[in-house]
């Protein structure tokens, strides 16, 4: 039996967190201070969006009693000043724990907005397996003659006309395959107590992944070059004038952002609609901090350690992918405003929310992180019907075993998820 079993003592706990990549770089001040000043400790974490760097700076005060730490938010300062007048200035609304009472029971209700190319498939994947375990009810698509039927729309909300009715006597459980935000249309078929869920992605490796995919051919014609995304951003033309278009703000339109602000830009407006998403949804993903975000997901929705496990799905090969430069970045940045102002929006609310979940957060996160390659070594290695994967009980989670079939369904691809759902559902 292999087994993983991580307790955490006060000391313990350094070596844990530094687990945790993204905090391995702040190891080093916070193990100094440690030693020097026992109840008062500043934590640094440094964080990288593209070539954006960034200091927040964070206050650790700790109560040795009650071996708890309480994290106060210092502030925020731009390492690169050349790059501090494009980061949208704060437009950030105090975000206040205020999660759907589910009366203690995990949260069966979803609605999670798929964008494309921001590691969606990977976030569904959960709520797949979620769902499809637990014999929920997902909205599908009506699938039409040139369809796919794991895309709802890709530039309308949910109607009665695109999605199939629930099965005689069931509700919509969950939401989670393309189609544009709407909050009345979401509402209109999902319950009550619904957990809204987003996902953004850093804006240039978005539209890059984007570009790399689709290959619109109005860029890759009229820029014949070595590097025609370089290009593009620098002279985006009409390319990225329609709405529809797949290179123009794609993520504020499938947040669907008011039409207006596509032409007007007016920041005003902008903030009020990051407000009004940050009121709807109850978490938005980052992609960046995958990982962070479905361990703040699993104490939002009250699910299981094993609930939130996944593997990247949809990656497309390293050597395809085009390495932008800080001048690519700051040329993307000109003009996708609503793309960045909505990704710097919720990327600040993420680690809002996080601070507000304390000290043991981290703790959780390195645990799940240690655990997630556990189980991907485990389901990608040489298995038998029968073997098992045993994880004792912890701090966060009962004891629990991963076997073939939950293997399986981590590894299942979009469409054949799809597919298989709407055969238990409907029969066909
Ligand atoms: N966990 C995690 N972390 C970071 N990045 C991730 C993750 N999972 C998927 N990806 C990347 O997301 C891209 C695929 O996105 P989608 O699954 O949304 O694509 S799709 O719209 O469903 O086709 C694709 O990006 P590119 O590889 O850059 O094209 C994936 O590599």
């Not at 957060?361 to 799940?368: C, K, P, Q, T, V």
């Amino acid at each position: 039996m292999r087994s993983l079993n991580i307790s955490f003592t006060s000391n313990l706990r350094l070596i844990h967190i530094m687990l945790s990549k993204e905090l391995f770089k702040v190891q080093r001040t916070y193990i100094n201070r440690v030693e020097t000043k026992k109840t008062k400790r500043p934590f640094v974490h440094k964080y990288e969006i593209g070539d954006l760097k960034t200091t927040d700076i964070y206050e650790f005060t700790e109560d040795l009693q009650k071996q708890r730490t309480k994290v106060t938010y210092k502030g925020t300062s731009s390492i690169e000043d050349e790059m501090n007048d494009l980061t949208t200035k704060s437009t950030y609304t105090t975000y206040n724990r205020k999660y759907p009472s589910f009366n203690g029971k995990p949260c069966e209700h979803i609605a999670f907005l798929k964008i494309h190319k921001a590691a969606s498939s990977t976030a569904q994947n959960i709520f797949f397996r979620y769902g499809y375990t637990r014999k929920l009810t997902f909205v599908l698509p009506k699938v039409t003659k040139n369809g796919y039927p794991n895309v709802i729309s890709t530039i309308t909300s949910v109607k009665s006309k695109n999605i199939i009715p629930p099965p005689i006597n069931k509700h919509y459980d969950i939401l989670c395959c393309h189609v544009i935000y709407n909050r009345k249309a979401f509402e209109a078929i999902m319950p009550k107590d619904t957990a809204y869920i987003g996902i953004v992605r850093e804006p240039s490796e978005h539209i890059r992944s984007i570009i790399q995919y689709f290959r619109p051919k109005e860029i890759y014609k009229r820029f014949n070059s070595t590097n025609p995304i370089s290009h593009f951003f620098k002279n985006p033309g009409s390319s990225a004038k329609s709405i529809y278009s797949l290179v123009n703000n794609r993520m504020a339109f499938e947040y669907n952002f008011p039409r207006r602000l596509f032409y007007t830009k007016d920041s005003d407006g902008i903030k009020r609609y990051l407000r009004k998403l940050a009121s709807e949804f109850h978490l938005v993903i980052v992609v960046e901090y995958f990982d962070e975000s479905v361990v703040l997901m699993r104490r939002i929705l009250n699910w299981s350690i094993k609930d939130i496990l996944y593997v990247t799905q949809n990656e497309s090969r390293k050597e395809k992918k085009t390495k932008l430069s800080l001048e690519d970045k700051r040329n993307h940045r000109e003009w996708a405003i609503l793309e960045y102002a909505l990704y710097d929006f919720f990327y600040k609310r993420l680690w809002d929310q996080i601070k507000q979940e304390g000290d043991d957060f981290i703790e959780e996160l390195a645990f799940f992180k240690s655990l997630r390659k556990e189980v991907t070594e485990f389901c990608r290695g040489p298995r038998t019907k029968n073997t098992n994967f045993e994880i004792p009980k912890s701090q966060w989670s009962d004891k629990f075993i991963v076997n073939n079939y939950d293997c399986q369904l981590l590894f299942k691809r979009e469409l054949s998820f799809v597919m298989s759902i709407r055969r238990e559902q409907y029969g066909f």
